[in-house]
């Protein structure tokens, strides 16, 4: 007998931006899929490539938002972002954002540049705040291992044939996002992103009915 099942096998999903994007649109879904539920989305956005004609603009507009989410107890209103799963896979988050440090990378916010304050009922919690990387290579530990938590890398790139590669340069195929108004590209780009799941100018729109899953 096969029992009916789903393995859930991970992602290290990327975001690719292009510099024609509405930024004003793009900015706050790229936040949402980056940290919704504390990153612990196997459809969160970890690797964020940004054309470089706009990836300082982008960068200062991202960081903004992310420092404006509020880490605490999910019964708050004002929260935007729990705590991890576990004191263990807390450590192991936190494990590779000393790693890219060590690697030369920057930590724009979060982790270990901020000084995360929780009220004493919250102190023993799991809780960390949402983490932006960037000046990392490709081949780095973070660009290539699935983190599972509030860190998302962001890098530069130049021509869609050069996203596209380095877009593909991981052993996961679950899920990848575009930002751009030209259609054309889209399509093209659909046709040769190495990944199941491809949102434009948005993230997380879906009907559960639709077949689920990666292609690598």
Request: hydrophobic share 35%; glycine share 6%; with cysteine.
């Amino acid at each position: 007998h096969c029992k009916k099942l789903s393995l859930e096998l991970g992602g290290k999903n990327p975001c690719i931006i292009f510099a024609d994007a509405d930024l004003e649109k793009c900015i706050p879904t790229v936040v949402r899929s980056s940290f919704t539920n504390q990153g612990e989305v196997c459809l969160c956005s970890s690797r964020i490539f940004v054309q470089r004609s706009v990836y300082e603009t982008f960068l200062h507009k991202f960081v903004d938002g992310v420092k404006k989410m509020h880490v605490g107890n999910p019964a708050d209103p004002m929260t935007t972002m729990g705590a991890l799963i576990s004191k263990e896979h807390l450590n192991k988050v936190k494990s590779y954002v000393n790693l890219a440090a060590e690697e030369g990378a920057r930590i724009l916010c979060g982790e270990s540049v901020e000084e995360l304050k929780l009220p004493d009922n919250l102190k023993d919690g799991y809780y960390m705040f949402p983490t932006v990387i960037t000046d990392l290579r490709d081949s780095s530990r973070c660009m290539q291992e699935e983190i599972f938590g509030p860190v998302t890398c962001v890098v530069p790139f130049d021509t869609e044939d050069e996203v596209i590669s380095r877009a593909n340069n991981v052993k996961y195929g679950l899920s990848a996002s575009l930002w751009t108004q030209d259609v054309s590209r889209t399509m093209r780009m659909g046709r040769k992103l190495e990944a199941a799941t491809i949102w434009t100018n948005c993230w997380m729109v879906r009907d559960l009915n639709m077949p689920f899953g990666g292609m690598k």
